[in-house]
Antibody, heavy 118, light 111 residues
Framework: EVQLVQSGAEVKKPGESLKISCKGAGYSFSNYWIAWVRQMPGKGLEWMGIIYGRDSDTRYSPSFEGHVTISADKSTTSAYLQWSSLKASDTAMYYC???????????WGQGTLVTVSS | QSALTQPASVSGSLGQSITVSCTGTSGDVGAYNYVSWYQHHPGKVPKLMIYDVSSRPSGVSNRFSGSKSGNTASLTISGLQAEDEADYYCISYTSSRTSVVFGGGTKVTVL
């Protein structure tokens, strides 16, 4: 069974760093793209970027490039979303999504809630 | 501002049909038959409803249908039901390096 399992909720202070994960299972990690999507409180879904499992080719949304780092590790079949210095405005639910059956996102992680507060 | 333009809200009465539009450009919606639609209920995980413009995944009600004309894709929900009340997003493949463009989402309200 294809699954994406995300790491648990995080509570951080402004300025701290953070790396959240999305572990793929039940499929060949190297052959597919995984995207990261943000939903800020009360707002809509925003596409952040997408990474290819085989060679970590990464494409960022212009809105997020330079603010986050997306990476992948074939050995752990996981994709990651990383911040070097969190801001309160990074408080959001973050989803990973798998482009598996075709050029669409048919599998989603359960979401990771990140709260940044002093 | 999202790359694909959706109306902020659409409403309809129980049993009626509604259509949500998704307007892009000749570099995304107009160029490829790779438009997909997602339903998102608050607190839940987004769900794929339509892919490749008009195909329905297994398990999705046939009350949901998709189409495309030029640079605009559309999602139609017929026989509107209370459980259809949710946010709906379109996503398209794009020729730009980003490879993905999202719509801003449409809140569907069932009156």
């Amino acid at each position: 069974e294809v699954q994406l399992v995300q790491s648990g909720a995080e509570v951080k202070k402004p300025g701290e760093s953070l790396k959240i994960s999305c572990k793929g299972a039940g499929y060949s990690f190297s052959n597919y793209w995984i995207a990261w999507v943000r939903q800020m409180p009360g707002k809509g879904l925003e596409w952040m970027g997408i990474i290819y499992g085989r060679d970590s080719d990464t494409r960022y949304s212009p809105s997020f490039e330079g603010h986050v780092t997306i990476s992948a590790d074939k050995s752990t079949t996981s994709a990651y979303l990383q911040w070097s210095s969190l801001k309160a405005s990074d408080t959001a639910m973050y989803y990973c999504a798998l482009r598996y059956g075709g050029v669409y996102f048919d599998y989603w992680g359960q979401g990771t809630l990140v709260t940044v507060s002093s | 501002q999202s790359a694909l333009t959706q109306p902020a809200s659409v409403s309809g009465s129980l049993g009626q049909s509604i259509t949500v539009s998704c307007t892009g450009t000749s570099g995304d919606v107009g160029a490829y038959n790779y438009v997909s639609w997602y339903q998102h209920h608050p607190g839940k995980v987004p769900k794929l409803m339509i892919y490749d413009v008009s195909s329905r995944p297994s398990g999705v009600s046939n009350r949901f249908s998709g189409s495309k004309s030029g640079n605009t894709a559309s999602l139609t929900i017929s026989g509107l039901q209370a459980e259809d009340e949710a946010d709906y997003y379109c996503i398209s493949y794009t020729s730009s390096r980003t490879s993905v463009v999202f719509g801003g989402g449409t809140k569907v309200t069932v009156l």
